[in-house]
Nanobody, 126 residues
Framework: QVQLLESGGGLVQAVGSLILSCAASGRTSSTFAMAWFRQAPGMECVFVAVIRRAEGSTDYADSVKGRFTISRPNGKSTVYLQMNSLKTEDTAVYYC???????????????????WGQGTQVTVSS
């Protein structure tokens, strides 16, 4: 089992920045990848970014590419999401997710992930 705990959400003005953290505990050595998803009110939960444990490769949703950066410094169990140039449309609950084993389908599908955090609210005001 892996437990995920997000932190760092809050209220920020547009064009501002925020850093989210996801602390993983438990059998973290079994995680192949960690990702961030987000869910805006009345919308589906959608992929934001992913980082793969072994090689550290990353992928981003087009909507955040160039503004958000996912990182896992020194291969530790905490993953960060640096969010810059925030827009009002970035307002959502942000969830951290972890994948055990290799992906069997596209990495941006929520169904690919085995563990989820409780979420942290990010609100961007105009």
């Amino acid at each position: 089992q892996v437990q995920l705990l997000e932190s760092g959400g809050g209220l920020v003005q547009a064009v501002g920045s925020l850093i989210l953290s996801c602390a993983a505990s438990g059998r973290t050595s079994s995680t192949f990848a960690m990702a961030w998803f987000r869910q805006a009110p009345g919308m589906e939960c959608v992929f934001v970014a992913v980082i793969r444990r072994a090689e550290g490769s990353t992928d981003y949703a087009d909507s955040v590419k160039g503004r958000f950066t996912i990182s896992r410094p020194n291969g530790k169990s905490t993953v960060y999401l640096q969010m810059n140039s925030l827009k009002t449309e970035d307002t959502a609950v942000y969830y951290c997710a972890a994948k055990s084993g290799l992906f069997t389908d596209y990495y941006y599908y929520t169904s690919q992930y085995d563990y989820w955090g409780q979420g942290t609210q990010v609100t961007v005001s105009s």
